[in-house]
Every structure is written in structure tokens, then in C-alpha cells.
């Protein structure tokens, strides 16, 4: 996903820029490049691949402009190039954008047949050219902004420089995420507060349809309606050092180890360890008239929402359905009266987990979100917000996110199971125990890795891997299916063990290793039979359970990697950490970019 910047500063924009920039590498990028404002002209610097390469570029320059914009690019339309990079300009106007322009062609079109020439095969060139396209009839670069927004079809974020307009910034928010950052003496935009943290914690969110003309020391917000409009200011808890890697060589092993102090903050946002009862924000309809539940999520955040199924149809009795959103929006399937839509999001941006939600919200659905950024366009669409509270998650590939959602969701089924007077005392004492066990169980696991690391060898020449499991294992299988493939390329897939009969165990021969998540839970025995097909068949079996569990198996698995005993209703969250742990070591064992994977974001704000 791209990322813009802004600044209108009272010191060299430059540095500042490039800082921002850095903070929103998370997102995933293939170019970047700055446009500063310099004696009355807009320079540019724009370069493929890391930011490294840009700052080499701008060195050259040292431009000591104070007024500037800046954009991490994540290829939508045209090749990652130095031609297609952002921002892109006229000589009077440059403008760096997050989104897509649905009708580019057609606005491009118009603009050629005015004389304008374009360089780059990218759809936000256009908003460029027909900004200057308004000035050249004479208009303010207010009113060519207005008239250039009221043109534009799709989503976006984005920001405009004017050469002839040095003190001010434009910017526009529709569909994807824009934040004003308050300084003293100089202002700032960015994609979000991640993207500030280094410069202010002052920010004022723009709203869906709104666009922003900011000075160095004031700001005026339009709703679509152009009228003028207050937006609150927050005060933002993100600082540099929070979104800062420390001492680790990754942010995602950082987020991984950071998972124990999570569980216990999500445990303190929705329990009560002492009366071992549950706080969750009022819910605008009676939970026994609640007639289904439906959770739609995309990648991890829907193996989570598979997870939470087995629980909330176990515990609180309501019938679950989970969908990929992208499926859900176009399928548009009928939603009863009184029904819930539970959206899970870490980044609460994911273009497919929004529209879902749109449609749900038309429906008349009541909508939950579950964000783990509060000020996200998921958490203001929805009438209840659960958030995960794992703080910043800057690797791509989501970790404490993931086990902070499931938290969330398990304390959310009993909760539901308690309203619903289908819970017994005793049982939900056993229960919250096991919750409360987990912070403590993956510390403890955490603190060797050499078991992880012999798995990931292992797998290191692998083409083809399996992971297996049933139950809540499933999901947790898929899960560690998923991290494997997009940490370190090798090619994963998740089965319900049940399933492998059913087509998958032809694949099966001493080449193909196959996870097994096998907690000792109600389902091993029924996991341990197809891990027997398996073997039989010279499948190399890596078997992930506890003591008892992984005995038969000593000397007929390739390896088997002991985890501490836990309840089988917490095992999801204790065994998503070896799917992490191994897909992270395969990934630095293969040398691939952990952090920021090839071809991924952060966030996908695009369908
Ligand atoms: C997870 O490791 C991936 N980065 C990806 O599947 C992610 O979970 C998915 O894009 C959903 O993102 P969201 O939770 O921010 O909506």
C-alpha cells in the first residue's frame, strides 16, 4: 500500500521527509521519491527500491527547501520504475496519492487532447495535469483543487504542491486514510500516525469525503460539500521509540516476542482476573437476540475468525459463518433481521474488509470491529469497536496482531456464553484460567528457538509444504501455511487432516514435509491416524505437540517439537507461535526481506 507525506516546515524538509518515509516502509513500497518546494520551483528526486536509494539521490542535491511532499509507492498502475514513481508533476503542480483513479483513462484522454503530455503509464499523473489544467484557466490553487477532486472517481489519499502556493499543502481523503500532524510553527499530512510519530502526536484525522488546505501554522478542513468543518485533534500515544526495531534484527521477531506483555494487556482491557468476568462495550441489541453471527476477515485476520468459530458455536451457541471478505462483498448473500457482522482488521484499512462491511451496514446488519488501530476508517464505520490492543504492528506479516484478535475472540465467546446463561460456574472458572495461563506458556515457549530453528532447516529445500490440522488446529494450520509462504516463497498449504484422503494425500511422498499441529485435545487421536497414513506413505512429518502427543511419533517423524501441556481452548493461541516462529527462521535462513516480503503491504487499501 502507498504511503504520502507532507510537510510545511520551518527547517530543511528534506531530513524530515525521508524520516516519515522510513516509518511507513511497513506498508510495503518498490519506489519512492520526494518533490520539494526550492526558489520558486518543485524539484524532484525519485528512485526504485528502498528509501537508501532515494537518500543517496537527494545527497547529491541537499535541497534546503522547507516546504515539501513525499510517497512510498506500491505498484498499481504501471511497472515499479523511476518513471512511475511519485510524486508526479507539472511544472506547476505535484502531487504524491495512495489509491486508484478509476476513471484516469478518460480524464487522460481529455487532458492530451488539451496539449498536455504525459510521462508515466500511472493513473495519478492525471491529477497533476488537470490541476494545472484549472490554473491555466485562471483558477486559485484552492479552487483548482476543488474542481480536480469533484473529477476524480475512486479511492484515494493524496496530497498537492503548488509552485506559485509555497506556504500551503492541499490534501484529500476518500476511501483511504490521511492524518494531520499539528507542529509548532510548521504542520504535516501523512497516511498515519505511524508515518508522524517521529515529528508530533498531535493529530487531527481526516474524515471520508474531506480535503485540507494547511499553512505553517493553521489548517482549514472541508467536508465533500466544501464546507468548512471541525475535525478533533488527539493526542496520539505513538512515539519514534515505539515504532522503533530496539535491538532486534526484525520487527517481526520483535512484535513475536512482544506477545506474552500483549495477552496480558488484552486480558486487562476485557476481564476481570478477580471476579473472572468480562468487560466488553454495550451491545445495541439483546445477546440472546442475536440470531447469527458472521465474520468476515481477509488472510490472517480470517484464520482468526475461523478459530473464533469453534469457540463462540461451542460456548455461547450461535450459529458462525466466516467469509473471505473479498467473496462476501460481491456475493452480497441475503443477512437476517437481527443479525451480527463482525469485521476483523488489524490495519482497519483492507479495501475488501471495508466494502464487506458497507454492504452488511446496508443490510442493517450490527457491526462490530475489531481493529488494532482505533482510528481506522473499520473502527469508525462500525457501531461497536473491540480493539486488539497489540500496539504498532510494523512486519508486514501479522504476529501479535493475530494471537492479540484471538485473545480478544476467546474472551468474547464465554463473555457471549455467560449473557447467554449457557456457561456453568465451574467451567467458566476452568476456562478463564486457561486464559489467564497464556502469557506465562509463551513466554516459557519463547524462550528457546533452536527447536524452531531445526524445523526451518528442515524445511529450507522444500517446494512443496503441508500443514495439517483439525479443529482449531485447522485455522492455526492455515495460519502457519500462510506465514510460511509469505515470509520465505516456499510454496504452503493448510488442510483439515480429515481432508488429506480426500485428494490431498497424492501429493504426499519423502519430498513433501507436512506440519502437524496436534495439540492433546478431543481431536488427536482422529490427527494421529492421518498422520500414520501419512508416514506411510514417506511423508516427513515435522509433528507439533505436547509430551503425550508427540511420543508415538519420536522414532517415525522427521522431527517432532514438544510444547508445553496447555488446554485444548487455548491451544490455538500457544501453537500459532511455531507457525511463526518457523516461517520467520525459514525466512531469514533463506535471506528474504522478512519485514517487507516481495509483492506485499502492510495493509491492502486497494481491491
Ligand atoms: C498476514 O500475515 C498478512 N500480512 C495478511 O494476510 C493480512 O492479515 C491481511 O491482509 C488482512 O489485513 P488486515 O488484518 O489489516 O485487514
Given at each position: 500500500m502507498c504511503g504520502i507525506v507532507g510537510i510545511i516546515g520551518k527547517n530543511p524538509a528534506t531530513p524530515l521527509l525521508l524520516e516519515c518515509l522510513k516509518r511507513l516502509e511497513y506498508r510495503g513500497y518498490d519506489s519512492a521519491g520526494i518533490a520539494i518546494l526550492e526558489q520558486g520551483q518543485i524539484d524532484r528526486y525519485r528512485a526504485e527500491g528502498k528509501i537508501v536509494h532515494l537518500q543517496t539521490l537527494v545527497e547529491k542535491s541537499n535541497p534546503q527547501g522547507t516546504v515539501g511532499i513525499g510517497h512510498t509507492r506500491w505498484a498499481t498502475h504501471g511497472v515499479p520504475s523511476v518513471r512511475n514513481a511519485h510524486p508526479h508533476a507539472t511544472d506547476l503542480v505535484a502531487v504524491v496519492h495512495n489509491g486508484i483513479i478509476e476513471n484516469f483513462r478518460e480524464l487522460r484522454e481529455m487532458l492530451e487532447k488539451k496539449g498536455h503530455i504525459f510521462t508515466s503509464e500511472t493513473d495519478t499523473e492525471v491529477i497533476a495535469h488537470l490541476a494545472t489544467e484549472y490554473l491555466n484557466q485562471g483558477e486559485s490553487a484552492k479552487t483548482a483543487t476543488q474542481k480536480t477532486l469533484q473529477q476524480l472517481h475512486g479511492a484515494f489519499a493524496l496530497a498537492l504542491l503548488f509552485k506559485d502556493k509555497p506556504d500551503t499543502i492541499f490534501c484529500a481523503r476518500r476511501g483511504s486514510p490521511l492524518a494531520i500532524g499539528l507542529g509548532e510553527g510548521e504542520m504535516f499530512i501523512g497516511s498515519d500516525a505511524l508515518a508522524l510519530a517521529p515529528l508530533t502526536q498531535k493529530i487531527c484525522y481526516l474524515e471520508e469525503g474531506d480535503w485540507a488546505e494547511i499553512g505553517k501554522t493553521t489548517f482549514t478542513v472541508y467536508d465533500e460539500t466544501n464546507q468548512s468543518v471541525t475535525r478533533p485533534i488527539k493526542q496520539t500515544a505513538l512515539t519514534g521509540a515505539m515504532i522503533g526495531k530496539g535491538d532486534y534484527k526484525h520487527f517481526m521477531l520483535k512484535e513475536i516476542l512482544e506477545q506474552p506483555a500483549v495477552m496480558g494487556d488484552v486480558l486487562h482491557a476485557y476481564s476481570n482476573p478477580h471476579t473472572m468476568d468480562f468487560a466488553f462495550p454495550e451491545f445495541p441489541l439483546p445477546f440472546e437476540a442475536i440470531a447469527s453471527l458472521r465474520?468476515?476477515?481477509?488472510?490472517?485476520?480470517?484464520?482468526?475468525?475461523?478459530?473464533?468459530?469453534?469457540?463462540?458455536?461451542?460456548?455461547?451457541?450461535?450459529?458462525?459463518?466466516?467469509?473471505?471478505?473479498?467473496?462476501?462483498?460481491?456475493?452480497?448473500?441475503?443477512?437476517?433481521?437481527?443479525?451480527?457482522?463482525?469485521?476483523?482488521?488489524?490495519?482497519?484499512?483492507?479495501?475488501?474488509?471495508?466494502?464487506?462491511?458497507?454492504?452488511?451496514?446496508?443490510?442493517?446488519?450490527?457491526?462490530?470491529?475489531?481493529?488494532?488501530?482505533?482510528?481506522?476508517?473499520?473502527?469508525?464505520?462500525?457501531?461497536?469497536?473491540?480493539?486488539?490492543?497489540?500496539?504498532?504492528?510494523?512486519?508486514?506479516?501479522?504476529?501479535?496482531?493475530?494471537?492479540?484478535?484471538?485473545?480478544?475472540?476467546?474472551?468474547?465467546?464465554?463473555?457471549?456464553?455467560?449473557?447467554?446463561?449457557?456457561?456453568?460456574?465451574?467451567?467458566?472458572?476452568?476456562?478463564?484460567?486457561?486464559?489467564?495461563?497464556?502469557?506465562?506458556?509463551?513466554?516459557?515457549?519463547?524462550?528457546?528457538?533452536?527447536?524452531?530453528?531445526?524445523?526451518?532447516?528442515?524445511?529450507?529445500?522444500?517446494?512443496?509444504?503441508?500443514?495439517?490440522?483439525?479443529?482449531?488446529?485447522?485455522?492455526?494450520?492455515?495460519?502457519?501455511?500462510?506465514?510460511?509462504?509469505?515470509?520465505?516463497?516456499?510454496?504452503?498449504?493448510?488442510?483439515?487432516?480429515?481432508?488429506?484422503?480426500?485428494?490431498?494425500?497424492?501429493?504426499?511422498?519423502?519430498?513433501?514435509?507436512?506440519?502437524?499441529?496436534?495439540?492433546?485435545?478431543?481431536?488427536?487421536?482422529?490427527?494421529?491416524?492421518?498422520?500414520?497414513?501419512?508416514?506411510?506413505?514417506?511423508?516427513?512429518?515435522?509433528?507439533?505437540?505436547?509430551?503425550?502427543?508427540?511420543?508415538?511419533f519420536k522414532d517415525k517423524a522427521a522431527i517432532t517439537l514438544e510444547m508445553p501441556k496447555i488446554h485444548a481452548f487455548t491451544a490455538p493461541l500457544l501453537y500459532a507461535l511455531p507457525m511463526q516462529m518457523i516461517a520467520y527462521h525459514t525466512a531469514t535462513l533463506k535471506g528474504t526481506d522478512v519485514d517487507q516480503p516481495r509483492n506485499l503491504a502492510k495493509s491492502v487499501t486497494v481491491e
Open positions: 465474520i468476515i476477515a481477509c488472510g490472517t485476520s480470517y484464520y482468526a475468525g475461523l478459530t473464533a468459530q469453534y469457540w463462540i458455536e461451542k460456548y455461547a451457541r450461535i450459529p458462525v459463518t466466516v467469509d473471505i471478505a473479498s467473496e462476501f462483498r460481491y456475493r452480497k448473500p441475503p443477512l437476517p433481521k437481527n443479525g451480527v457482522a463482525l469485521f476483523i482488521s488489524q490495519s482497519g484499512e483492507t479495501a475488501d474488509t471495508l466494502a464487506a462491511l458497507q454492504y452488511a451496514k446496508d443490510q442493517g446488519q450490527t457491526i462490530i470491529g475489531m481493529v488494532n488501530v482505533p482510528e481506522s476508517s473499520i473502527a469508525r464505520l462500525s457501531d461497536v469497536v473491540l480493539e486488539t490492543h497489540a500496539g504498532p504492528e510494523i512486519g508486514v506479516a501479522s504476529t501479535k496482531a493475530f494471537t492479540a484478535q484471538l485473545m480478544v475472540l476467546a474472551c468474547l465467546s464465554l463473555h457471549l456464553a455467560g449473557k447467554r446463561s449457557l456457561i456453568k460456574e465451574d467451567e467458566k472458572k476452568d476456562l478463564f484460567q486457561a486464559l489467564l495461563a497464556i502469557p506465562e506458556a509463551m513466554n516459557q515457549l519463547l524462550l528457546e528457538e533452536s527447536p524452531f530453528i531445526q524445523c526451518s532447516n528442515f524445511l529450507l529445500d522444500a517446494r512443496d509444504v503441508i500443514y495439517m490440522g483439525r479443529g482449531t488446529s485447522f485455522s492455526i494450520a492455515m495460519e502457519g501455511a500462510l506465514k510460511l509462504k509469505e515470509l520465505s516463497y516456499i510454496h504452503a498449504e493448510g488442510y483439515a487432516a480429515g481432508e488429506m484422503k480426500h485428494g490431498p494425500i497424492a501429493l504426499i511422498d519423502e519430498k513433501v514435509p507436512v506440519i502437524v499441529v496436534a495439540p492433546s485435545d478431543s481431536l488427536y487421536e482422529k490427527t494421529a491416524s492421518n498422520v500414520e497414513e501419512v508416514i506411510a506413505r514417506k511423508g516427513q512429518v515435522v509433528f507439533i505437540g505436547d509430551k503425550d502427543g508427540i511420543h508415538p
